[in-house]
């Protein structure tokens, strides 16, 4: 089946400092991906919706300067947190859709911000 | 505004018995329903899913019942594995994007 690659899976940074999380679909191409936060106990909630070659769609609330996306390729969409503060520490999904109107999803990144 | 919901945050049951959970949705425009599995600190893996134009899709031990009227959907997991012990997610689509309820942590014990 479809498989979504996501790296790293876990990243300890220092407040202030930049993180770039990868999203890969691995043998399929994806026009569009979905970068979604997910805080504990809490339900997935979608930031961005990543379009290739053109600008990344950010929903309410989500801070477009801060929560950088760039799709550079069919496979690949790339998640950058700017000035990474404690509350930006999260559960950091991605997902594509592939065959069958179906949505398949990285393996996620915990981003641990001190 | 939650569209999709998951009344039950928490779900016990015994290996081997059946495993029914819930889901009700606000929006009539959903078309697209799945449902996704998930473990600590990993991603949402695809379990099942169903068309508005069906009313049950079955694969294996998953069975998910469609009640558009109602507008409810549940999955019934028969029998019921420790290994299933996970969190479920409910989602629902109309367009591109994914509508996800907040969860249910379902338990199964020996």
């Known amino acids: 089946g479809a498989v979504v690659s996501q790296h790293p899976s876990r990243v300890i940074c220092k407040s202030g400092t930049s993180v770039k999380i990868e999203c890969r679909s691995l043998?399929?191409?994806?026009?569009?991906m979905f970068w979604y936060r997910q805080f504990p106990k809490q339900s997935l909630m979608l930031m961005a919706t990543?379009?290739?070659?053109?600008?990344?769609?950010?929903e309410q609330g989500v801070e477009k300067d801060k929560f950088l996306i760039n799709h550079a390729s069919l496979t690949l969409s790339t998640l950058t947190v700017t000035s990474a503060h404690p509350e930006d520490s999260s559960f950091y999904i991605c997902?594509?859709?592939?065959?069958?109107?179906?949505?398949?999803f990285g393996s996620g990144t915990q981003l641990s911000v001190l | 505004d939650q569209q999709v919901k998951q009344n039950s945050p928490s779900l016990s049951v015994q290996e081997g018995r059946i495993s029914i959970l819930n889901c009700d949705y606000t929006?009539?425009?959903?078309?697209?329903f799945l449902w996704y599995k998930k473990y600590p600190a990993e991603g949402p893996t695809f379990l099942i899913s169903?068309?508005?134009?069906?009313d049950k899709n079955e694969d294996g031990r998953f069975t998910v019942f469609l009640n558009k009227s109602a507008k409810h959907l549940s999955l019934h997991i028969v029998p019921s594995q420790p290994g299933d012990s996970a969190v479920y997610f409910c989602?629902?689509?109309?367009?591109?994007?994914?509508?996800f309820g907040k969860g249910t942590s379902l338990l199964v014990t020996p």
């Open positions: 997902s594509a859709r592939g065959g069958g109107n179906k949505l398949f």
């Open positions: 043998d399929f191409q994806a026009t569009t």
């Open positions: 990543s379009n290739e070659g053109s600008k990344a769609t950010y």
């Open positions: 929006n009539s425009m959903f078309d697209y």
């Open positions: 169903i068309s508005s134009i069906k």
């Open positions: 989602a629902a689509s109309a367009t591109v994007t994914l509508n």
